[in-house]
């Protein structure tokens, strides 16, 4: 690595003050994030199923490792084969990639990843299933494989039951393939706002994995891996008796836009705290009423709403712009220089338009941590 | 700079056919680019005013330079210190951050970076100045300071007028510092619909700044520098006779969102072309109607809407996601691994999730350009 120089190619030094951070930057709580990590894992040992936690959120080698040293995660998840490399290259040794790898140079690199670690990824096409059969008998390895099934979410997978069991089967007699089960994540009913939209989203996904499970039975094929599940569902996937592995990724940092779904009770959920923000700086308070911030479109993505300012009413993060947030500030409280921690409205794509992560603890930088994958599409 | 690997660092490598670029990948159309960066220069020459280009939409040194060498720019805009840093260490000679600097870390830096080239820098609060004239005294260099008026974006700057005058007046006082001019930058009259919306808006901003211009003449204070303007108004602030720097960006790529806006005669802009795309590939086309492509929120921006599919009308993005992307093909003429290119929504902030812009000619790379300060946001 080269010399971190801070505000430069880092937004801060370890043990810097909060105060002293250069902004934007992307902070973490560091007692809130451990503890949604454990929370989780406690979770999944209750539930007796495995949690493969989602590095899409977080692109961050060292958070998959805490995920799964303290996190009780048996692997991860991404999104990507050149998110894999990164993270294989980290030392993480099982990786499932969540989604179809069809380009043939990265069909290949995904093969030749399988020297390095356990890697599975997902399958939509029979065509797909031929390259990929292809490029793993060329470098000699085993390459695992998951049907993915649309269970709701309207996007990539096959539809579940036979077209779900002639893929698996094309997978199964395919060489140097392993069938090892189904994909069943249901994306669009994580944000549904409330309990029962989810319960009953994710009821639907439930009976449709379960059945292609069955028909897979019949055809003599074992699903060892049944996954899915989210931040919003994973209770109603984990206590389903057909999933198997969760893919829960934003549980560790939690986001504006998932402050906005209900629990049973119709109340905010509650069970995982904030623990990333972005940290910012008013630079600009021309009007009485109104201050500028310094972070803006480069510093987060609101694809999912704006940032909310967090542990402040009398504030309102109401307009963004490349560069610039603009705040109402009704009482005219802020003063130029003065620090707000905003909740990013989608986590996910904040965190891949910044290079670090500024882990925080008791008013001190702690760790620093690399978005390893960040960049990483390919 | 370390090895360039195609498809992990880099997403392509000089020589390569379009075909066989890494997706998602930035791709810069060099023709239409060149054209763009022409039209602007002789533009600028014709009216008499000299252009500043803005760095803010691509933070590449090497577009920065083609502005200035080929492109009738007299210097470059940026929006961040670290972003006049990059640029400066990348040989560019004359850079006004078009924003404030508040925070005491940043005004330093900003103060040294006045002995390697020309720095101006906005200014639009009363300690503000104090704070910038004692780093500049402090490193014995003399910073240009522009007073920002709000002409009507309602974001950063003073009113126009007696209290842009008084934080002139300061500013001239202020041991090394100098008084270089007005910025009257109005962002949000840029993509206002209608060729009369965004005329009459820019009156009203013409107005207010040859005002204020008038009154800091009166004051003894004359404006060297009057600048403003943006890709959907030049012409106006051109032909003002009142400003005499353009802060023009996004024309050297157009977006989609600039593709909404219309000229006199209720078409489409046709001074500048589409030079920049989201080369992207089908990676899942499981339904018969419905295709998803491999360019989501982590390639691109879309806070300023979808993307759109250049040269095609048969099929349509219709939804975002992480990874994702959702592309209506009704007609299913789309295949797995065809490709497609994608106009972004919004340029600016899609440039800053890419590490680099693959520039194309004749179906073949012939350039690759870091984008320098990608991620610079401090």
Request: aromatic fraction near 6%; include cysteine; proline fraction near 3%.
């Amino acid at each position: 690595m080269t010399d971190l120089v801070p505000g430069f190619n880092v937004p801060a030094a370890i043990g810097m003050a909060i105060e002293d951070i250069y902004t934007p930057a992307l902070i973490v709580d560091l007692d809130a994030f451990e503890r949604n990590v454990r929370t989780m894992a406690e979770f999944a040992r209750k539930a007796g199923v495995r949690l493969r936690a989602h590095a899409k959120t977080h692109k961050s080698a060292d958070i998959a490792r805490a995920q799964i040293a303290h996190g009780g995660a048996c692997g991860i998840c991404c999104q990507k084969t050149s998110e894999a490399e990164a993270l294989v290259a980290a030392g993480i040794k099982d990786v499932l990639v969540s989604n179809e790898v069809t380009d043939p140079k990265m069909i290949d690199r995904l093969a030749r990843l399988c020297a390095k670690a356990r890697v599975i990824v997902c399958v939509d096409d029979a065509g797909n299933v031929d390259d990929l059969s292809a490029a793993a008998s060329r470098h000699g390895v085993t390459l695992e494989c998951l049907v993915e099934i649309d269970v709701g979410a309207g996007r990539c997978g096959v539809a579940p039951g036979a077209d779900a069991v002639r893929l698996a089967q094309k997978i199964a007699a395919a060489p140097n393939l392993a069938f090892s089960g189904l994909q069943a994540y249901h994306g669009s009913a994580q944000h549904l706002r409330t309990f029962a939209e989810r319960r009953d989203a994710i009821a639907k996904a439930v009976a449709m994995t379960r059945d292609t499970v069955a028909q897979l039975d019949m055809a003599g094929l074992q699903c060892a891996i049944v996954g899915g599940a989210g931040t919003g569902t994973y209770e109603f996937e984990g206590m389903s008796g057909v999933y198997n592995e969760l893919q829960c990724g934003s549980y560790v940092f939690m986001d504006a836009d998932y402050g906005r779904i209900r629990d049973a009770n119709g109340a905010p959920l509650s069970t995982f705290a904030n623990a990333l923000f972005i940290l910012t700086t008013v630079m600009s308070h021309a009007k009485p009423d109104m201050a500028v911030c310094d972070a803006g479109l480069k510093a987060q993505s609101v694809d999912s709403g704006l940032p909310v300012v967090f542990g402040r009413d009398d504030v309102t993060y109401t307009k963004c712009s490349d560069e610039h947030g603009v705040i109402a500030d009704p009482h005219g409280r802020l003063r130029i220089n003065d620090r707000l921690k905003l909740v990013p409205g989608h986590c996910d794509p904040t965190c891949n338009v910044h290079d670090w992560f500024v882990g925080v603890r008791n008013g001190r930088v702690e760790c620093l941590w690399p978005v390893t994958a960040r960049g990483r599409a390919f």
